[in-house]
C-alpha cells in the first residue's frame, strides 16, 4: 500500500554542502559549495531553515532551527563521478563505476575532430573548454564568414555545437549534432550529452543564443526507478533538466524550463493538479550560471530566490504529499577551476502528513531516494540497483 500519492524530487543542481571522504582524489578536497557561499556572501534562506538545511552542519549566518520541519539527512555518493547524469542515475538506482569522459584540458583528440569534419564537410574551430556566450562573441564571425564549424566543451562530459539559425539552419545543425552523437559512442570518446546551441546575430556584440537548444544524451545503462514506476502505470513528471539527463526513459510527461525559477513555477502549477506518482525536477541555473562561472554572489541570489519560491509550494503540499529536497553533486563558486565538486549532498524530506521528525543517519548513495520512492508505491526496483528505503523512518 502506498504511503504518499504524490512525491516531488526537488534537485538543487550542485548544491553540495561539504567534500566528501574521497574529495582528494578528484582534486576537490576543501571544496564546500553551501559552506563558502554562506560565508563569503551570507545567506538568507527562512524555508530551507524551516526544512533542516542549517541543522545538518554549522553554516556562517544560519544557525540551527528549533524543531525543523520533517526529516533530514546527509547523502554520500557511491558511484565514481561528480557530474549531473551520474548523481541523478545514482538517484534512481544505477551504481556508476566508469566516470563520464571529459575533455576540458586538452580539447577533443585530432581523430575525433578529424572524422567530424570528415562527416559534415566543415572545419572546425575552438576545440576548447569555453563559456557559450564567451566562443560566440571570439569565433561566431568566423563561422558566419567562412562556414567553420564551432565546436567547444566544458569541465562537464559535453560536445556542443554552435549554429547559426538564420544561415545554417535547425536541421542542419541537429544533423550534426547526430553524426556527434553517434561518433562519441566510442568508448574512448564518449561523452554523457552532444548538445547543439543555436544562435542569431551577425557580428559581435550582437550574437544571442536561442531557445532551440537540443541535448543528445547517453541512455541509462539500465533500468531506473523510473522504469519500473511507469511499467507499474504511475505518472513519471519530469521539469528541467530532468528529461535530458535520462534522455526520456521512465517519463510519461517532459515540462522544460526556461530557468530555475520558471521550473519552480511549473512545479507549484503541478502541485495544483491531481497525479499518482512522481515529479522529479532539477533546477538547473545553480550549476551553469554561477557554479561553473564561480560567482557566489550570484549563486546566492539563485538559493535566496528559490527559497521564496519554496515558501509558495509548502503550503499547497497535501497531507499524503512528499517533498524531497537534495543535489546531485558540488560546485563551489569559490573554488579553484570551474569544474564540479565531488561533495555530499543534503536530503530535506517533508510532508504534512508527517507525525514525526528529525535528522536520520548519513546515507551512503544517493539511491536512497529512488529506493524510498519505489517502496512508496509498492513497485520493485529493478534487478542490479542500489540504495535502501527510509519509507519505514517517515513516520
Not at 556572501?41 to 541543522?55: D, E, S
Not at 559535453?158 to 553524426?179: A, F, P, S
Not at 528541467?240 to 510519461?252: A, P, S, V, W
Not at 569544474?339 to 502528513?353: A, I, K, N, Q, W
Request: glycine share 12%; net charge negative.
Amino acid at each position: 500500500m502506498r504511503k504518499y500519492k504524490r512525491v516531488f524530487i526537488i534537485v538543487i543542481d550542485s548544491l553540495g554542502i561539504g567534500a566528501m571522504p574521497d574529495a582528494g582524489k578528484f582534486g576537490d578536497e576543501g571544496a564546500d559549495t553551501l559552506g563558502h557561499i554562506a560565508g563569503t556572501v551570507g545567506l538568507n534562506i527562512p524555508n530551507l531553515c524551516r526544512l533542516g538545511l542549517a541543522n545538518l552542519r554549522p553554516l556562517q549566518g544560519l544557525p540551527p532551527y528549533d524543531s525543523p520541519l520533517g526529516y533530514r539527512m546527509v547523502l554520500e555518493e557511491a558511484s565514481n563521478g561528480k557530474d549531473t547524469m551520474t548523481g541523478h542515475w545514482e538517484m534512481m538506482g544505477l551504481h556508476i563505476t566508469t566516470p563520464f569522459r571529459t575533455f576540458t584540458d586538452t580539447g577533443f583528440p585530432p581523430e575525433l575532430i578529424a572524422e567530424l569534419e570528415r562527416l559534415t564537410g566543415r572545419k572546425i574551430v575552438g576545440n576548447k573548454s569555453a563559456s557559450g556566450t564567451e566562443i560566440l562573441e571570439e569565433l561566431g564571425e568566423e563561422e558566419l564568414e567562412k562556414g567553420h564549424l564551432i565546436v567547444y566543451t566544458s569541465a562537464d562530459s559535453v560536445l556542443q555545437i554552435c549554429g547559426n539559425e538564420e544561415t545554417m539552419g535547425l536541421e542542419t545543425l541537429y544533423r550534426y549534432c547526430e553524426l556527434a552523437r553517434e561518433l562519441t559512442m566510442r568508448e574512448d570518446w564518449r561523452v554523457g550529452r552532444v548538445i547543439a546551441r543555436p544562435y542569431v546575430g551577425r557580428r559581435r556584440g550582437e550574437f544571442k543564443r536561442t531557445s532551440n537548444r537540443h541535448d543528445y544524451a547517453l541512455k541509462p545503462y539500465g533500468r531506473t526507478c523510473l522504469d519500473a514506476l511507469k511499467e507499474a502505470g504511475l505518472d513519471v513528471i519530469s521539469v528541467g533538466k530532468i528529461y535530458d539527463i535520462f534522455d526520456g526513459e521512465g517519463l510519461t510527461m517532459a515540462n522544460r524550463s526556461k530557468s530555475s525559477v520558471h521550473g519552480m513555477e511549473q512545479t507549484i502549477e503541478l502541485m495544483g493538479s491531481d497525479f499518482t506518482g512522481l515529479c522529479f525536477v532539477n533546477l538547473v541555473d545553480f550549476d551553469a550560471l554561477w557554479g561553473h562561472r564561480r560567482d557566489p554572489y550570484g549563486y546566492a541570489e539563485e538559493l535566496e530566490r528559490f527559497d521564496v519560491k519554496l515558501g509558495e509550494a509548502l503550503p499547497l503540499l497535501r497531507e499524503d504529499d512528499l517533498l524531497m529536497i537534495t543535489a546531485d553533486h558540488g560546485n563551489d563558486p569559490t573554488f579553484r577551476g570551474t569544474d564540479h565538486t565531488r561533495e555530499r549532498v543534503p536530503l530535506l524530506m517533508y510532508s504534512p502528513g508527517m507525525t514525526g521528525g528529525g535528522q536520520l543517519d548519513t546515507g551512503k548513495s544517493f539511491g536512497v531516494i529512488g529506493a524510498t520512492v519505489a517502496e512508496n508505491f509498492g513497485v520493485p526496483m529493478p534487478e542490479g540497483t542500489i540504495g535502501s528505503s527510509l519509507l519505514d523512518r517517515l513516520i
